[in-house]
């Protein structure tokens, strides 16, 4: 049975490791600092399907080291916050926006999303959140306060790369859920509560091949650096995260796990 294994803090405490940016070009074709299922294709498309312009307010739910963020106000020069829980996360977002000379516009703070967000009623134009929802408890609650704190017309963005597509046994569930906590959704569950939390869905898009091609890239990227990781992470923790990484890449090729994107806008 598969133990815990620390991806965050070694992804977000070592950020400016060489080999790190190394493993992140080679997944995904270019350093953002990812740790999701995002291909950059669809990085891209995000500011246009929030509809981001300069005078936005938009919101990042679990921006870890804040890379994707900056890029968003870079190109759109909108306000952007980035929540994320990660301490590490967070300091490196700090450090970066600095270096960028993007603070203006860019402010990043550690939160915990699965409580009341520091925002009033009606305050932002769109809300965009990578594989994170996933991990964060009361997706009920957690959905309906994004609504609140979305303007009429703003938009709301999420993946969800644990949709149960068919038969998992408990080892594999174990060793998917090894790094942290994650909530599985039956198939539907997202629309139903995107619709209780009083938004429309736009779109639901299924991008699970996406994800299992990311997988596959990102394990063998790190096989590839084993000695170089092992000497930063140790054996366990690198063959925990190598063992994490192959079992993505067989639930979601196998469409036993499925990844979708939705979008939803509040009228």
């Not at 700090?94 to 960028?100: D, H, L, N, T």
Request: hydrophobic share 40%.
């Amino acid at each position: 049975m598969a133990g815990p294994v620390d991806l965050y803090n070694h992804a977000y405490a070592q950020y400016e490791l060489d080999v790190y940016a190394r493993i992140r070009v080679e997944t995904y074709g270019e350093d953002l600092g990812q740790t999701s299922w995002v291909t950059t294709q669809e990085s891209n498309e995000i500011p246009q399907l929030l509809q981001i312009r300069p005078e936005s307010r938009v919101l990042e739910i679990g921006c870890g080291s804040g890379r994707y963020a900056l890029r968003v106000a870079e190109q759109t020069r909108c306000r952007l916050i980035g929540l994320d829980v990660n301490s590490h996360g967070i300091r490196n977002a700090k450090e970066i926006a600095s270096r960028m000379r993007l603070d203006s516009l860019v402010r990043f703070e550690e939160c915990d999303a699965s409580h009341r967000l520091p925002f009033s009623d009606a305050r932002l134009d769109a809300v965009f959140s990578n594989d994170v929802l996933c991990h964060i408890p009361g997706r009920p609650a957690v959905l309906t306060e994004l609504a609140r704190v979305l303007k009429p017309g703003g938009r709301l963005l999420f993946s969800d790369a644990l949709v149960i597509g068919g038969l998992i046994t408990h080892e594999e569930i174990a060793t998917r859920s090894s790094i942290g906590f994650y909530v599985f959704s039956p198939p539907g569950t997202n629309e139903e509560l995107i619709a209780a939390a009083g938004l429309r869905i736009v779109s639901a898009t299924d991008t699970t091949a996406n994800a299992a091609h990311l997988a596959k890239l990102w394990h063998d990227a790190r096989q590839k650096r084993a000695n170089e990781l092992i000497a930063s992470e140790g054996i366990n923790n690198f063959e925990g995260l190598q063992r994490f990484l192959g079992c993505v890449h067989t639930l979601t090729a196998e469409r036993r796990l499925l990844r979708f994107v939705y979008l939803a806008a509040r009228d």
